[in-house]
């Protein structure tokens, strides 16, 4: 929905008076190496990534991502952008970024993770954590030019001083249809590139943004209510896009926090790429 000491999560913002904290998911709290599992690695593959910290570090990341991503469904309220900013182009009410930890020193680089991504590493068709499923709509897009894939001069700028050379960007729905939900990844120069990225978009996504793939199976609604994060990963830079397909708010019923973690499930790319980029262990004496 991604180890020396590991850096401590940031405490979530304090609710604007009179607003009501959402629920947050107890899955997502457990959230932890087992996922590496899911993801396809192996017990030794796993070892490789352990490498680079301790266990610690690995679930104190992980805890992060939650408390990120429960900043998104929660009680993050970001300033409204004037219509005149704003125009007619697609955008998230709700945004909030995060650096990079130190699990992904192996690919702090570009250079040390040469290998161009693929649609098909990224994008499975359907991506399950516990009761919700997301299916694949459309094709996903991968493209050199970064910017054709985003509309907004600064966030332009922001890729071209980055380095960007691939964006790649997976739409999905729930499979009861109440979901929308989009996945964007850039593959920039470096952590500090990615960093940027991620964190700059607080405040410049009310002036540009990723645009939505095209599809006629499914779209965000004109106008409607979505949120957003930013995760930096090494040299890349993730962007999760969510909201209700009928474009309201999320109410109760909506576990925002799940179904960002469950959309997250395209990052296992990345830490195979760890693992690709990680240096063999010592054999024991």
């Given at each position: 929905?991604?180890?020396?000491?590991?850096?401590?999560?940031?405490?979530?913002?304090?609710?604007?008076?009179?607003?009501?904290?959402?629920?947050?998911?107890?899955?997502?709290?457990?959230?932890?190496?087992?996922?590496?599992?899911?993801?396809?690695?192996?017990?030794?593959?796993?070892?490789?990534?352990?490498?680079?910290?301790?266990?610690?570090?690995?679930?104190?990341?992980?805890?992060?991502?939650?408390?990120?991503?429960?900043?998104?469904?929660?009680?993050?309220?970001?300033?409204?952008?004037?219509?005149?900013?704003?125009?007619?182009?697609?955008?998230p009410?709700?945004?909030?970024?995060?650096?990079?930890?130190?699990?992904?020193?192996?690919?702090?680089?570009?250079?040390a993770?040469?290998?161009?991504?693929?649609?098909k590493?990224?994008?499975?068709?359907?991506?399950?954590?516990?009761?919700?499923?997301?299916?694949?709509?459309?094709?996903?897009?991968?493209?050199?030019?970064?910017?054709?894939a985003?509309?907004?001069?600064?966030?332009?700028?922001?890729?071209?001083?980055?380095?960007?050379?691939?964006?790649?960007?997976?739409?999905?729905?729930?499979?009861?249809?109440?979901?929308?939900?989009?996945?964007?990844?850039?593959?920039?120069?470096?952590?500090?590139?990615?960093?940027?990225?991620?964190?700059?978009?607080?405040?410049?996504?009310?002036?540009?943004?990723?645009?939505?793939?095209?599809?006629p199976?499914?779209?965000?609604?004109?106008?409607?209510?979505?949120?957003?994060?930013?995760?930096?990963?090494?040299?890349?830079?993730?962007?999760?896009?969510?909201?209700?397909?009928?474009?309201?708010?999320?109410?109760?019923r909506?576990?925002f926090?799940?179904?960002?973690?469950?959309?997250?499930?395209?990052?296992?790319?990345?830490?195979?790429?760890?693992?690709a980029?990680?240096?063999?262990?010592?054999?024991?004496?």
């Amino acid at each position: 929905m991604t180890p020396p000491p590991p850096t401590s999560a940031p405490s979530p913002p304090s609710p604007a008076p009179g607003r009501k904290r959402r629920r947050t998911s107890g899955k997502a709290q457990t959230w932890s190496i087992p996922q590496l599992e899911e993801w396809g690695l192996t017990r030794t593959q796993q070892r490789l990534v352990l490498v680079f910290g301790s266990l610690a570090g690995v679930l104190a990341a992980a805890l992060a991502l939650t408390l990120a991503i429960s900043a998104i469904g929660n009680d993050f309220v970001p300033e409204r952008a004037t219509a005149s900013v704003i125009g007619t182009e697609p955008r998230p009410d709700v945004y909030k970024g995060w650096p990079s930890s130190k699990v992904f020193a192996p690919i702090a680089e570009s250079k040390a993770d040469p290998k161009p991504l693929t649609a098909k590493d990224l994008f499975a068709k359907t991506l399950k954590e516990g009761r919700i499923t997301l299916r694949l709509a459309g094709t996903p897009r991968l493209e050199t030019d970064c910017v054709a894939a985003i509309w907004g001069q600064g966030l332009a700028d922001l890729l071209t001083q980055g380095g960007c050379t691939q964006v790649a960007r997976g739409l999905y729905t729930s499979a009861d249809g109440r979901y929308i939900a989009q996945y964007t990844m850039f593959n920039l120069r470096d952590t500090a590139s990615a960093d940027t990225l991620a964190n700059t978009l607080t405040t410049l996504h009310r002036g540009g943004w990723v645009r939505p793939v095209e599809t006629p199976r499914a779209a965000f609604p004109a106008g409607g209510h979505t949120e957003a994060s930013g995760h930096a990963m090494g040299h890349y830079a993730g962007l999760v896009w969510l909201g209700r397909a009928d474009g309201a708010e999320p109410g109760p019923r909506d576990d925002f926090v799940s179904l960002s973690l469950t959309l997250r499930a395209t990052e296992k790319a990345i830490f195979r790429r760890i693992v690709a980029a990680s240096p063999a262990p010592a054999p024991a004496q």
